[in-house]
């Protein structure tokens, strides 16, 4: 881990490099070009991260149930009992789907 004055150290040093390529016309333009480029692949690189998020989670919900009819046909009382097996998969749908989204 890096420790603070370490972090404002490198700050100051790609702060003074920018500096000096600014200082030239060719530089301001490669600067100027480089922030859309920023821009965008944050855009596409979040885009990405949700999908594959999102896929992780549709994988999850798809293979939780997966051993329900094996459960359901133990016998009540056992290692797991109808109800408690049905109440987590509901609990973890709604306590997964309440939460408030911000942005988009």
């Known amino acids: 881990?890096?420790?603070?004055?370490?972090?404002?150290?490198?700050?100051?040093?790609f702060r003074a490099a920018v500096n000096?390529?600014?200082?030239?016309r060719m530089g301001r333009a490669a600067l100027a070009g480089m922030r859309p480029v920023r821009a965008l692949?944050?855009?596409?690189?979040?885009?990405?991260?949700?999908?594959?998020?999102?896929?992780t989670f549709l994988?999850?919900?798809?293979?939780?149930?997966?051993p329900f009819p094996r459960i359901w046909q133990v016998p009540v009382?056992?290692?797991r009992d109808?109800?408690?097996?049905?109440?987590d998969l509901f609990y973890s749908f709604v306590?997964?789907?309440d939460k408030p989204r911000s942005g988009a």
Do not use: N
């Open 1 to 13: 881990m890096i420790d603070g004055q370490s972090v404002g150290k490198i700050k100051l040093a």
């Open 59 to 66: 994988a999850m919900a798809a293979v939780g149930p997966w």
């Open 95 to 97: 306590h997964c789907s």
């Open 20 to 24: 000096m390529v600014e200082r030239s």
């Open 77 to 79: 009382g056992h290692a």
């Open 41 to 55: 692949s944050g855009r596409v690189l979040h885009k990405l991260w949700l999908e594959v998020t999102g896929f």
């Open 82 to 87: 109808r109800g408690g097996c049905a109440g």
